[in-house]
């Protein structure tokens, strides 16, 4: 089965998520266990994984707070497509926890 760009996607952040430490995207990736993280692509990266469920909690917090009368009515299945309207990327500091968030003008 293969995912298109319409298909139901559990990362949220999915494109978005860069390394703060290599300037590189960073890929959506499941574990045997079945929980989700974003890994950095650079060989040479000191940095674990990141839990997704705790990045896309900041990230979509992050949303709701600014956006509060749209975050209410929107589907789950479009919170992917609204982030990516208003969120040019992701950066990922050096813990993992701190997450910067690059807006569009
Ligand atoms: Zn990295």
Not at 48 to 63: H, M
Not at 81 to 102: D, F, I, K, M, Y
């Amino acid at each position: 089965m293969t995912c298109g760009t319409e298909c139901t996607d559990q990362y949220l952040l999915r494109n978005l998520v860069w390394c703060g430490l290599c300037g590189v995207p960073m890929v959506a990736c499941l574990m045997s266990t079945g929980i989700r993280y974003y890994g950095c692509t650079s060989t040479a990266c000191p940095r674990p994984l990141v839990p997704a469920d705790e990045a896309e909690q900041q990230v979509w917090g992050r949303f709701v707070d600014l956006n509060e009368a749209v975050a209410d009515i929107l589907p789950p299945d479009r919170r992917r497509q609204s982030l990516r309207l208003v969120l040019r990327r992701v950066v990922v500091g050096a813990t993992g926890a701190e997450l910067r968030l690059h807006w569009r003008d």
